[in-house]
Nanobody
Framework: QVQLVESGGGLVQAGGSLRLSCAAS????????MGWFRQAPGKMREFVGV????????YYADSVKGRFTISRDNAKNTVDLQMNSLKPEDTAVYYC????????????????WGQGTQVTVSS
C-alpha cells in the first residue's frame, strides 16, 4: 500500500526544463517499480518512463528518450522526473505510478497513482 503525490509542474517555454517529484508514503516503497505517465486532453494516459526498484534499470518512451531522466531515492521515498528540452507536445498532466508487476509500460498494470501535476510547455 502506497500513497503518491506529484509536484513540480508548471508553465515553461519550449526548450526549457522542469523537474517533477513524486513523494510516496508506504511501508515498502523500495519494493515497487515506479513509472511516470502523462495524459494530454482528449487522449489516453501514455507511458513516459519507468525505473526499477533499486534504480538500476530505466526505460523510456521513444518520444522522451534523451530528454527525460528518472531517478529515485528510496531513503527519501521519492521519484523524480527531470525533463529537459521541453516541447509543446510534452504538455500534459503527469502522473507517477507504482507497480509490483515489473518493468511494465502499460497503464493498466500499475496499482497506485498520484493525483497528477500539470505541465504546460508554451511555444
Amino acid at each position: 500500500q502506497v500513497q503518491l503525490v506529484e509536484s513540480g509542474g508548471g508553465l515553461v517555454q519550449a526548450g526549457g526544463s522542469l523537474r517533477l517529484s513524486c513523494a510516496a508514503s508506504g511501508r515498502r516503497f523500495s519494493s515497487y517499480v515506479m513509472g511516470w505517465f502523462r495524459q494530454a486532453p482528449g487522449k489516453m494516459r501514455e507511458f513516459v518512463g519507468v525505473i526499477s526498484w533499486n534504480g538500476g534499470s530505466t526505460y523510456y518512451a521513444d518520444s522522451v528518450k534523451g530528454r527525460f531522466t528518472i531517478s529515485r531515492d528510496n531513503a527519501k521515498n521519492t521519484v523524480d522526473l527531470q525533463m529537459n528540452s521541453l516541447k509543446p507536445e510534452d504538455t500534459a498532466v503527469y502522473y507517477c505510478g507504482a507497480t509490483t508487476r515489473g518493468l511494465v509500460s502499460s497503464r493498466l498494470e500499475y496499482d497506485y497513482w498520484g493525483q497528477g501535476t500539470q505541465v504546460t510547455v508554451s511555444s
